[in-house]
């Protein structure tokens, strides 16, 4: 239930804000809520086999994290903006 509301949050915020970083925020939250189940469905089923998944879910997102903030910051030095809108009419 608990991963299942995060999930839930996660992708109210991808839908609904503007904020490049509040989006970055809202994926890493529903990176996390299926985490959090595969750490939970690995415990019920006492599979050490899914933990072991985590860990590598985790070191995968923390070099997310790293290039996905480095790119906002690099569209921030050069538009002086984050929101997602201005970022819609760069493709143009």
């Given at each position: 239930?608990?991963?299942?509301?995060?999930?839930?949050?996660?992708?109210?915020?991808?839908?609904?804000?503007r904020?490049?970083?509040?989006?970055?925020?809202?994926i890493?939250?529903?990176?996390?809520?299926?985490?959090?189940l595969?750490?939970?469905?690995?415990s019920?089923?006492s599979?050490p086999?899914?933990?072991?998944f985590?860990?590598?879910i985790?070191?995968v997102?923390?070099?997310?994290v790293?290039?996905g903030?480095?790119?906002?910051?690099?569209?921030?030095?050069?538009?002086?903006s984050?929101?997602?809108?201005?970022?819609?009419?760069?493709k143009?």
């Amino acid at each position: 239930m608990l991963s299942s509301a995060l999930f839930c949050i996660g992708i109210l915020g991808v839908l609904t804000r503007r904020n490049a970083i509040i989006v970055f925020m809202a994926i890493e939250l529903m990176l996390n809520a299926v985490n959090l189940l595969l750490a939970a469905f690995s415990s019920y089923y006492s599979d050490p086999a899914g933990q072991i998944f985590v860990f590598f879910i985790m070191a995968v997102a923390a070099a997310e994290v790293a290039v996905g903030l480095a790119i906002i910051v690099m569209i921030y030095r050069n538009i002086q903006s984050i929101d997602i809108g201005v970022l819609n009419k760069l493709k143009n």
